[in-house]
């Protein structure tokens, strides 16, 4: 089946990841024979377009079945993300002057995890969130929250109503959108005229140096360099003028943008980086092309565990049903009889069973009940904080284990 590019619809003819069929990864099911029996799985597979380097899952799973009023992950659950929404809320302010009279704007606001913070400092903020559940936990938190998906029309309708952004935030949503260019493009609407759009992501240079292949999923339709999200926004009113590197989600980054009438001039890290993802070879298609081989390594390594312990009669757990660790353990082609329970935070995951995998999911509390002998950190980016909250496994000889980039039992 061919597929054309959802940017510039040039057809697509570079395979970076064939993952086979999953479930939608955040699809928890009841533990129910009904419900296992009518979940669906869907084709998951990442191209990338040769003329404008958007790396893209090749099926259109609707956002609106996916992000409804059980939309399972909310932001809140991690202490370390809250500390990283700290201290961008303090940056900003101090970087762009925000006061009493701006206007701060989150796009795919979660559970207010970020606006919360501009709030505490009689900042203007508005939050938009496709997830009524997620909603309604950020106006318990007095961040006034509208549930709606972004982009141009949302963006018109909020400059009707006299809102315009000094700053707006999006944090790991750019990938989460079916038409980038209207969610870009609202933006371009939305900003005052010297207004700057801040967009946070998991950065593809780190993804492919990583093999960080269980961050593609159905949620994610675009797997995103800076390259490539420079063309989406030169073609959408805004242009980049500055960039960091973050530690966030095994490695981010976060770019600042204005209209394309901005003022501002480009920094040097900007240019730095462009010159790192050229070296890198992003430009060149046979970079893409290897990487299934190394998600086959990566897989087989951590079967070869499994079996391992297995035969020696060792139990193994895993820690955090995050969507990443649900892609992994399918790709992996898993089941309960290899990783006996999940546990997580998240209450609403509790109870549930892990899509496609159907490992039952308890609270971290059971950990100290079923004394596992190996616990699998399936999200790798929290790792120090899972290990720091966990280290009472070492008292019954338990040990830790992350698969990617490559498998490490400690």
Same mark, same amino acid.
């Given at each position: 089946?061919?597929?054309?590019?959802?940017?510039?619809?040039? *057809?697509?003819?570079?395979?970076?990841?064939?993952?086979?069929?999953?479930?939608? $990864?955040?699809?928890?099911?009841?533990?129910?024979?009904?419900?296992?029996?009518?979940?669906? $799985?869907?084709?998951?597979?990442?191209?990338?377009?040769?003329?404008?380097?958007? /790396?893209?899952?090749?099926?259109?799973?609707?956002?609106?079945?996916?992000?409804?009023?059980?939309?399972?992950?909310?932001?809140?659950? $991690?202490?370390?993300?809250?500390?990283?929404?700290?201290?961008?809320?303090?940056?900003?302010?101090?970087?762009?002057?925000?006061?009493?009279?701006?206007?701060?704007?989150?796009? @795919?606001?979660?559970?207010?995890?970020?606006?919360?913070?501009?709030?505490?400092?009689? %900042?203007?903020?508005?939050?938009?969130?496709?997830?009524?559940?997620?909603?309604?936990?950020?106006?318990?938190?007095? /961040?006034?929250?509208?549930?709606?998906?972004?982009?141009?029309?949302?963006?018109?309708?909020?400059?009707?109503?006299? %809102?315009?952004?000094?700053?707006?935030?999006?944090?790991?949503?750019?990938?989460?959108?079916?038409?980038?260019?209207?969610?870009?493009?609202?933006?371009?609407?939305?900003?005052?005229?010297?207004?700057?759009?801040?967009?946070?992501? *998991?950065?593809?240079?780190?993804?492919?140096?990583?093999?960080?292949?269980?961050?593609?999923?159905?949620?994610?339709?675009?797997?995103?360099?800076?390259?490539?999200?420079?063309?989406?926004?030169?073609? $959408?009113?805004?242009? /980049?003028?500055?960039?960091?590197?973050?530690?966030?989600?095994?490695?981010?980054?976060?770019?600042?943008?204005?209209?394309?009438?901005?003022?501002?001039?480009?920094?040097?890290?900007?240019?730095?980086?462009?010159?790192?993802?050229?070296?890198?070879?992003?430009?060149?298609?046979?970079?893409?092309?290897?990487?299934?081989?190394?998600?086959? @390594?990566?897989?087989?390594?951590?079967?070869?565990?499994?079996?391992?312990?297995? @035969?020696?009669?060792?139990? /193994?757990?895993?820690?955090?049903?995050?969507?990443?660790?649900?892609?992994?353990?399918?790709?992996?082609?898993?089941?309960?009889?290899?990783?006996?329970?999940?546990?997580?935070?998240?209450?609403?995951?509790?109870?549930?069973?892990?899509?496609?995998?159907?490992?039952?999911?308890? @609270?971290?509390?059971?950990?100290?009940?079923?004394?596992?002998?190996?616990?699998?950190?399936? *999200?790798?980016?929290?790792?120090?904080? %899972?290990?720091?909250?966990?280290?009472?496994?070492?008292?019954?000889?338990?040990?830790?284990?992350?698969?990617?980039?490559?498998?490490?039992?400690?």
């Amino acid at each position: 089946m061919s597929h054309n590019c959802r940017f510039c619809s040039t *057809p697509l003819k570079t395979v970076v990841a064939d993952l086979g069929s999953t479930p939608w $990864s955040n699809s928890f099911l009841e533990p129910t024979q009904e419900a296992i029996a009518r979940e669906r $799985s869907f084709p998951l597979k990442a191209m990338v377009c040769s003329e404008c380097l958007l /790396v893209q899952t090749t099926e259109n799973v609707p956002a609106d079945e996916i992000f409804t009023d059980g939309y399972a992950y909310l932001s809140s659950f $991690s202490t370390s993300w809250l500390e990283h929404a700290r201290r961008y809320a303090e940056s900003m302010t101090e970087r762009f002057a925000l006061d009493d009279n701006s206007q701060v704007v989150e796009i @795919a606001s979660n559970d207010g995890y970020l606006l919360q913070y501009f709030v505490a400092k009689g %900042i203007p903020a508005l939050g938009i969130e496709p997830a009524a559940n997620a909603a309604r936990l950020a106006e318990e938190r007095q /961040v006034p929250t509208e549930v709606a998906f972004f982009g141009r029309e949302t963006a018109t309708e909020l400059v009707k109503r006299g %809102i315009r952004a000094d700053l707006t935030a999006a944090n790991n949503v750019l990938a989460h959108v079916p038409d980038i260019a209207d969610f870009v493009g609202g933006f371009a609407i939305l900003l005052k005229p010297d207004g700057v759009a801040t967009f946070e992501f *998991p950065h593809l240079l780190r993804l492919m140096e990583g093999v960080q292949f269980d961050t593609i999923y159905h949620e994610h339709y675009s797997y995103l360099s800076l390259a490539a999200v420079e063309r989406i926004f030169e073609s $959408s009113g805004l242009k /980049v003028f500055d960039v960091e590197e973050l530690p966030t989600h095994g490695g981010s980054l976060r770019v600042y943008a204005q209209l394309r009438s901005g003022v501002r001039e480009t920094t040097l890290e900007l240019e730095r980086l462009r010159a790192t993802e050229a070296l890198a070879g992003l430009m060149r298609m046979e970079t893409y092309t290897a990487f299934d081989d190394r998600i086959a @390594a990566v897989c087989k390594d951590f079967q070869n565990f499994l079996a391992n312990a297995k @035969a020696e009669g060792k139990t /193994v757990a895993a820690y955090g049903a995050a969507a990443k660790g649900n892609t992994f353990l399918n790709v992996c082609g898993l089941s309960p009889s290899e990783i006996a329970f999940a546990v997580d935070r998240n209450d609403l995951k509790q109870g549930k069973l892990l899509p496609g995998t159907h490992i039952p999911v308890h @609270a971290p509390t059971v950990i100290e009940d079923a004394k596992p002998d190996y616990l699998v950190i399936l *999200p790798w980016n929290l790792k120090t904080e %899972i290990v720091a909250d966990n280290e009472a496994i070492r008292d019954w000889g338990g040990r830790f284990v992350v698969a990617i980039p490559k498998l490490s039992v400690f």
